[in-house]
């Protein structure tokens, strides 16, 4: 079953993200996974939004998220993403696939 990751952060050293940012998709890339949005400023439709940017990932188990985030590649530059901003991340579960003939 396909898990989606959303991580809402504020920013509060752009060089410190920026650094993450560098080695983030050449780590991301061996894992599987895919950046479905990565936004900054999202305009909300309701309510107030106090992020200054919103990235949805995808794989396509838990296990597959879980192993991309515990490993060394990650952790080693996930520091960076701690020392610049403030995250909020969520691991949420996908919807199992719908049954053919069925809408």
């Known amino acids: 079953m396909p898990v989606y990751l959303i991580n809402n952060m504020t920013i509060h050293d752009r060089g410190e993200y920026d650094s993450y940012l560098r080695a983030f998709m050449a780590v991301f890339r061996k894992f599987d996974g895919q950046v479905l949005v990565a936004q900054e400023a ?24 879980l192993r991309w985030y515990e490993s060394p590649e990650y952790q080693a530059i996930v520091v960076y993403r701690f020392n610049g901003t403030t995250s909020n991340v969520v691991m949420l579960d996908g919807l199992p696939s719908a049954t053919p003939g069925r809408t």
């Open 42 to 65: 999202p305009s909300p439709i309701e309510g107030s939004w106090p992020y200054d940017r919103t990235i949805l990932l995808s794989f396509h188990t838990r296990e597959e998220a």
